[in-house]
C-alpha cells in the first residue's frame, strides 16, 4: 500500500517520456514534408484525384493489369471522362511521372512501405535530371 505512491509515479514519468515525440511535434507544430509531387508541363490532371492515387494507386494499378490482361480493355475512362491507355510506363511514367527514381522509390520510402517489383515486366524509364520531374521517353508497356 505504501508503493502506490512510487507506482503511480513511475507510471506518469514512463508515459511521459513514451509520448514525449508526440507532444513535442504538436508543440513545434511541424510535421514530415512530403515528397513535393508536381505535374509536369501541359498535364492538368491525373487519371483519379490526388486523395485517391495516395490512398489506393496500387488498387487502380491492379485493377489496369486485370482489364488489360484478363479482358484485353487498352483504355480506362477517368472519372473526369477523360481516357488514357491501360500502361503502367507508358502512360503513368511515360507522361507523368517521369523517372521510377524521382518519383515512385521516393514515396514509397517517404511512406515507408515495400516498392514492389513492377519492374520485373516493366522497363523503368531513364532517370531524369535531378531536379526534375519532366516526362521521359522510353519504357516497356
Same mark, same amino acid.
Given at each position: 500500500?505504501?508503493?502506490r505512491l ?7 514519468v514512463?508515459?511521459?517520456?513514451v509520448?514525449?515525440?508526440?507532444w ?5 507544430k511541424t510535421? $514530415?514534408a512530403a515528397?513535393? +509531387?508536381r /505535374?509536369?508541363a501541359?498535364?492538368?490532371? !491525373?487519371?483519379?484525384t490526388?486523395?485517391?492515387? &495516395?490512398?489506393?494507386?496500387?488498387a ?5 493489369r486485370?482489364?488489360?490482361v484478363?479482358r484485353?480493355?487498352r483504355?480506362?475512362? $477517368?472519372p473526369?471522362?477523360? +481516357?488514357? /491507355?491501360?500502361?503502367?510506363a507508358?502512360? !503513368?511514367?511515360?507522361q507523368?511521372?517521369g523517372s &521510377? ?6 514515396c514509397?520510402t ?9 519492374w520485373?515486366c516493366?522497363?523503368?524509364?531513364p532517370a531524369?535530371p535531378?531536379g526534375?520531374?519532366?516526362?521521359a ?5
Amino acid at each position: 500500500m505504501r508503493d502506490r505512491l512510487l507506482i503511480y509515479s513511475g507510471l506518469a514519468v514512463f508515459l511521459l517520456l513514451v509520448t514525449f515525440p508526440v507532444w513535442h511535434g504538436l508543440a513545434a507544430k511541424t510535421s $514530415a514534408a512530403a515528397p513535393d +509531387v508536381r /505535374r509536369p508541363a501541359g498535364q492538368t490532371a !491525373c487519371v483519379a484525384t490526388r486523395p485517391y492515387m &495516395r490512398k489506393a494507386h496500387m488498387a487502380l494499378l491492379v485493377e489496369w493489369r486485370d482489364a488489360k490482361v484478363r479482358r484485353q480493355q487498352r483504355e480506362y475512362t $477517368a472519372p473526369d471522362g477523360k +481516357v488514357y /491507355r491501360v500502361s503502367l510506363a507508358g502512360t !503513368c511514367l511515360t507522361q507523368c511521372h517521369g523517372s &521510377r527514381e524521382q518519383f515512385c522509390d521516393r514515396c514509397h520510402t517517404f511512406a515507408g512501405v515495400a516498392v514492389p517489383d513492377c519492374w520485373k515486366c516493366h522497363t523503368s524509364p531513364p532517370a531524369a535530371p535531378t531536379g526534375a520531374n519532366t516526362a521521359a521517353a522510353g519504357g516497356v508497356r
